[in-house]
């Protein structure tokens, strides 16, 4: 025990300062060791950790350092998009006008409609009707759209504020809010709405896909659907997808306010007014006060005939006129 | 009898053949023969052919379908070619731009609607499936356009527009004589064309008639475009904003109170009648309520 009390009264001051230097670079390492410790035990502390709920309606427990938040995309954000569909564009006033004279019965506007709003084959926002309006009076094709009035008597009447009438003209619906009630649908005097009675039909694809109130996608059964001037298309500048769909120069689209109209098959663009006065444009039912947005041309000069297999369609009409 | 069936023979050859001739005589073009040489005067690359394919899905597919797929839409009489067929790849540049430029029966004239480059992008796009083609780029001077001055000046008293066209030539300042020049105002989904197409001048100057109820922005500030096209100088376009229409602020659609309008904007006809209703049958209430009180404490009493 001597030999070893006497060792440390030989060291020198280097080796007094160099044990010093050495357990001083211990303690710090050590130090900071026990740190990290600490901190790793903080994170585990139950008050750090939260409850999350998964796409599989799981409800799981997570530390909430390992959390991270996503970002959305404006297509993802189901409120902004909601938003956005209720505002619509501003100073705008949407306006469609229909050339009965050009129509052909190419349906191609019911096909390109029905792609983009995945409709079922027997739903229609546009439909080509085949009309005949006396015994002597001609038949002709007439495709009618939600008319979107500035007077609609299917936004009177819903009872929870799902269908809506924006600034821009457009009438819209919100399937995050419809009932499903179809109130809407008898208060319509154009037939413009339908119901998604059955399953949609590309429901699968759409199941992880936003709802856009401006495409009216993903459908939903139990839910109301109808024409919706393809708000967003508009958005983009676009044309609605019937418009520019028709190969027969049928359908013109613009904006009230700057008074021009543009043909959706050669581009052309014209005055609306001058348009309507020099063909005689009007409205349907315009008697129930519902101001449509809609204006069709009369079928005058027409460069088809009307064609046989449809004639006997179109005097189904006449039934309820019969004397 | 013999003579019968040959007259009736000889009567429906005839009528055969003038209808194969009527029918053939609606599928040609007449197209001049210093149009069909014509070309472009870029070469046709990849770009120009993704801008093409961008017009030509705005312009083209509602009637002669997708490029190569055959899928043109054969209701229409006469049937729109599949743009990518032997026949229509037989034309010459200058053909088909003629075609696009000037359009025929169902076929609408795309001069108006797409500027010169835009119809020779889209005529290198119709090109691009065919491998056997080799473009033939025109050698007239390019940079000529660079030369033009466009100046345009508005009078607000006589509702009219003159349009000034000049050429900084390296000899001076030359007037561009009897170019074309169209006038157009901007709108949301296209050009608007402003009175006729008017020639300039021997001065260089095209004036133009403006319409004086055409709606502008809030100030009354519209954006006019002016195209001039000229034989030697090639085509220019040039965009500047003036104060010519009506200042247009229309208020919103959903402005007014009506029924179908939000909460806030129902009509006050209605908010009186509800708000009425609400309160006497309450006061109504606690009227009962109150005369009930009475009642329990006359008992009491």
Not at chain 1, 29 to 48: E, M, N, R
Not at chain 1, 133 to 161: I, L, R, S, W
Request: charged letters at 25%.
């Amino acid at each position: 025990m001597s030999e070893k009390e006497e060792k440390p009264k030989k060291k020198s001051r280097r080796d007094f300062l160099q044990n010093i230097g050495l357990v001083g670079v211990g303690s710090v390492f050590a130090g900071s060791a026990i740190l990290a410790g600490i901190k790793y035990d903080k994170k585990k502390t139950p008050g750090a950790r939260i409850k999350v709920l998964t796409a599989e309606n799981e409800l799981l427990e997570i530390d909430k350092n390992d959390t991270t938040k996503v970002k959305i995309t404006k297509a993802e954000d189901l409120t902004l998009l909601q938003k956005e569909g209720r505002e619509g564009i501003a100073g705008k006033r949407w306006v469609m006008v229909v050339d009965l004279s050009k129509c052909k019965n190419a349906r191609k506007c019911m096909s390109a409609c029905q792609n983009a709003h995945h409709l079922r084959p027997e739903q229609h926002h546009i439909n080509v009707l085949k009309m005949q309006e006396g015994k002597n009076t001609a038949p002709f094709y007439m495709a009618k759209p939600c008319q979107h009035c500035d007077n609609p008597p299917c936004v009177a009447v819903c009872p929870v504020d799902a269908t809506f009438k924006r600034p821009d003209g457009i009438v819209l619906i919100d399937n995050e809010r419809c009932i499903g009630c179809r109130f809407c649908i008898a208060a319509c005097p154009y037939s413009a709405r339908v119901f998604n009675w059955a399953t949609p039909v590309l429901e699968e694809e759409d199941k992880n896909k936003t709802y856009n109130v401006e495409l009216n996608v993903p459908q939903r059964k139990g839910t109301i659907s109808k024409c919706l001037f393809s708000a967003d298309m508009l958005r983009e500048g676009k044309m609605p997808y019937c418009v520019s769909a028709c190969p027969n120069g049928v359908y013109y689209f613009g904006d009230e306010n700057e008074d021009a109209v543009t043909n959706g098959t050669t581009k052309e663009t014209v005055r609306l007014k001058k348009l309507l006065e020099e063909n005689a444009g009007y409205r349907l039912m315009p008697e129930l006060g519902t101001e449509p947005r809609v204006y069709y041309l009369p079928p005058k000069n027409r460069t088809a005939p009307f064609q046989e297999k449809d004639k006997s369609e179109a005097e189904e009409h006449l039934d309820n006129n019969k004397d | 009898m013999f003579r019968k069936h040959h007259f009736i023979k000889i009567s429906l050859t005839f009528l055969i053949t003038t209808l194969f001739y009527l029918h053939s005589f609606a599928q040609n073009w007449d197209i001049p023969d210093d149009k069909k040489t014509k070309n472009a005067n870029f070469k046709f690359t990849n770009q120009t052919i993704s801008e093409g394919e961008a017009i030509y899905t705005k312009n083209c597919m509602s009637c002669h379908g997708n490029l190569g797929k055959d899928n043109s839409l054969k209701t229409l009489n006469p049937i729109p070619p599949d743009l990518a067929s032997v026949k229509t790849q037989e034309r010459t540049d200058g053909e088909l731009f003629f075609i696009i430029t000037t359009g025929r029966m169902l076929m609408p004239s795309f001069k108006v609607i797409l500027s010169e480059e835009e119809r020779w992008k889209l005529t290198s796009y119709i090109r691009s499936l065919n491998k056997k083609y080799v473009q033939i780029v025109s050698e007239t001077n390019t940079s000529k356009s660079n030369l033009i001055k466009i100046k345009m000046d508005f009078d607000s008293l006589t509702n009219k527009l003159k349009v000034d066209v000049k050429a900084n030539e390296t000899s001076g300042v030359v007037s561009l004589k009897d170019a074309e020049v169209m006038l157009f105002v901007l709108r949301y989904f296209g050009k608007l064309q402003i009175d006729k197409t008017v020639r300039t001048n021997n001065e260089g100057i095209a004036t133009f008639n403006f319409p004086k109820d055409l709606p502008g922005d809030k100030t009354g500030n519209v954006d006019l475009v002016v195209k001039v096209s000229d034989e030697i100088y090639g085509e220019v376009e040039t965009q500047s904003k003036f104060k010519a229409g009506i200042p247009t602020d229309k208020p919103s659609l959903t402005e007014k109170r009506a029924i179908w309008n939000v909460l806030k904007k129902a009509p006050i006809w209605i908010i009186i009648t509800y708000t009425s209703i609400v309160l006497i049958v309450g006061a109504v209430l606690l009227y009962i309520i109150y005369s009930l009180m009475k009642l329990r404490k006359l008992g009491n009493n």
